[in-house]
């Protein structure tokens, strides 16, 4: 049982070009997070996927767009990187759907810089 | 909406002191408590969560957390901590009544000093 995994784990990219974050897990959860971590600033929710076929918006989903392939895999797009896109980014699921007393469980993240 | 406050940035405490990291959160409906530790260059872990009943919850490691309704606070407790506690510590609060409303605190760095 892996969890929940990223690729990659590092990423350097330009100002403008684009990229993908891949996120999968095997616990047959319902529910998929992406998150951003910047210091003094805790987790902010980019999008989330409630279920298979949805997703919506979090608190900060400028500049980003999401995939959930299928029940295992929710990806993460960045169309035109920007330097205020430099941030390490984690994957999360749970079982919840919309019931919340699940806890979450996160992947390793992956840490991104955009130059 | 929720908002989750830490008060502390930073909590640098000796091997073997008792330690307590503070949570408030503010929220106009009822909600579900959850602390996380982060290891460095990790991602997340659940110490503990609160759902209902008992208001003293017990976690991972020996942390403790107690929920006081009238103060809207969560705060994490350990009493004696080991050098392999220094981590980030993130209170966390969802809505328990619709909606994935996961909101985290900005974090707590605990630092033991040997």
């Known amino acids: 049982n892996a969890g929940v995994t990223q690729t990659p784990k590092f990423q350097v990219l330009k100002t403008g070009q684009s990229m993908t974050l891949q996120c999968a897990q095997d616990?047959?959860?319902?529910?998929m997070y992406w998150y951003r971590q910047d210091p003094g600033m805790g987790l902010r929710l980019i999008y989330y996927?409630?279920?298979?076929?949805?997703?919506d918006k979090g608190e900060v989903p400028n500049g980003y767009n999401v995939s959930r392939l299928n029940k295992r895999e929710f990806s993460l797009r960045l169309e035109s990187a920007a330097p205020s896109q430099t941030s390490v980014y984690f994957c999360?699921?749970?079982?919840?759907?919309?019931?919340?007393?699940?806890?979450?469980?996160f992947g390793p993240g992956t840490r991104l810089t955009v130059l | 909406a929720q908002s989750v406050t830490q008060l502390d940035s930073q909590v640098p405490v000796f091997e073997e002191a008792p330690v307590e990291l503070r949570c408030n959160y503010s929220s106009s409906v009822s909600v579900y408590l959850f602390w996380y530790v982060q290891y460095p260059n990790q991602g997340l872990q659940l110490l503990l969560k609160y759902l209902s009943g008992s208001t003293l919850v017990k976690g991972i490691n020996g942390f403790e957390a107690e929920f006081n309704k009238s103060q809207t606070s969560f705060h994490l407790r350990k009493p004696s901590v080991h050098i392999s506690d220094t981590a980030e510590y993130f209170c966390a609060v969802s809505d328990r009544d619709y909606g994935q409303n996961f909101v985290f605190g900005p974090g707590t760095r605990l630092s033991v000093l040997p």
């Open positions: 996927s409630a279920s298979e076929g949805t997703t």
């Open positions: 999360a699921s749970n079982l919840a759907g919309l019931a919340n007393y699940n806890e979450q469980f």
């Open positions: 616990m047959n959860h319902n529910s």
